[in-house]
């Protein structure tokens, strides 16, 4: 099982940044993916970006060309540098990591993986 600790949220005035990182641990070795995802209050878990172990990315439609993720691979870490922040970003923003396809199914089965506590991200007008 993979233990995933996020950190690096905050409280950021619309078009402000904030980088967050998630550190994963325990059976690490599986892991060939990771992906950052945010839940605002009363929607669904999205899906905002993954990266694999050979640094290809993909990103949701509403963060391209404001967040940027990347991976330390010796670090086991996932970093989101997200840029240009606006209210609608309001979310608890959580990591996972896997396959991409188990990432993707995530989305839709939250339930199928354990999760970190989170990090809050709260963007003001």
């Known amino acids: 099982q993979v233990q995933l600790v996020e950190s690096g949220g905050g409280l950021v005035q619309a078009g402000g940044s904030l980088r967050l990182s998630c550190a994963a641990s325990g059976s690490i070795s599986s892991i060939s993916a990771m992906g950052w995802y945010r839940q605002a209050p009363g929607k669904q878990r999205e899906l905002v970006a993954t990266?694999?172990?050979?640094?290809?990315?993909n990103y949701a439609d509403s963060v391209k060309g404001r967040f940027t993720i990347s991976r330390d691979n010796a670090k086991n870490t996932v970093y989101l540098q997200m840029n240009s922040l606006q209210p609608e970003d309001t979310a608890v923003y959580y990591c996972n990591a896997g396959s991409l396809l188990l990432l993707n199914v995530l989305t839709q089965k939250p339930s199928s993986r354990s999760w970190g506590q989170g990090t809050q991200v709260t963007v003001a007008l």
């Open positions: 990266v694999t172990s050979s640094g290809s990315t």
